[in-house]
């Protein structure tokens, strides 16, 4: 299974709230867990990202929670401001033997409203 | 530094055409991925390539191919287009460590419609 599922699809936030968008795996083998944000008409940026050996990664607002035995990581943004509205995707990555590919979730459209 | 440069940034074909999409990584960036992005979906990868070879293929039919040439740069050519086939086309680039663990740096696409 390679499939990537996240949610919410969509998420509006008043401006100094905490954002969290949950994304669950099935493949274990998925070894590196990274954040896009993309902007419209813009690919997407890496934000922060995780390994599996790591319960939570912290990076100025952003934080990564990692739970390896249930599948499950999530993005927190604390302090949220309307600058981070925005489409976010959580990725995984798997080591082949000749190199690497990102599986994505579908995405979620975070606004935070002034 | 420049980033990933990708060209064209719009283009619109007919089906049955076909297309050359092209990506400049960013320098010393030695492997370029390709990922289509259907509007309101995450990317999907269809190739990646580093050092030249083809390192890795996704679920994507023969119509699909790509190619690096020896500065790095690379092609995605799609044939036979097909309504289906609209989308962004984003490359990626990354250093040898990045490769491996899928830190990507995206280009902004070339957006593809096809009528």
């Known amino acids: 299974q390679q499939q990537v599922k996240q949610s919410p699809q969509s998420l509006i936030v008043q401006k100094g709230g905490i954002s969290i968008i949950n994304c669950a795996y099935e493949n274990t083998a998925f070894d590196y867990f990274p954040w896009y944000q993309q902007f419209p008409g813009k690919g997407p940026a890496l934000l922060i990202a995780i390994r599996p050996d790591v319960s939570e990664k912290k990076e100025g607002r952003f934080t990564i929670s990692f739970n390896k035995s249930a599948k499950q990581f999530s993005l927190h943004i604390m302090d949220s401001q309307p600058g981070d509205s925005a489409t976010y995707f959580c990725?995984?990555?798997?080591?082949?033997?000749?190199?690497?590919?990102?599986?994505f979730g579908e995405g979620t459209q975070l606004t935070v409203n002034p | 530094d420049a980033g990933v440069t990708q060209s064209p940034t719009h283009l619109i074909k007919t089906r049955g055409q076909q297309v050359t999409l092209r990506c400049s990584p960013i320098s010393g960036h030695k492997s370029v991925s390709w990922y289509q992005q259907v509007l309101g979906q995450g990317p999907q990868f269809i190739f990646q390539?580093?050092?030249?070879?083809?390192?890795g293929r996704g679920n994507f039919p023969d119509r699909f191919s790509a190619r690096q040439f020896p500065n790095y740069s690379s092609e995605l050519n799609v044939n036979a287009l097909l309504l289906g086939d609209s989308a962004l086309y984003l490359c990626?680039?990354?250093?040898?460590?990045?490769?491996?663990?899928?830190?990507?740096?995206f280009g902004e696409g070339s957006r593809l419609t096809v009528l």
């Open positions: 990626a680039s990354s250093s040898p460590r990045g490769a491996n663990t899928g830190e990507l740096f």
């Open positions: 390539y580093y050092e030249k070879e083809e390192r």
């Open positions: 990725a995984a990555s798997i080591r082949e033997t000749s190199g690497s590919r990102l599986t």
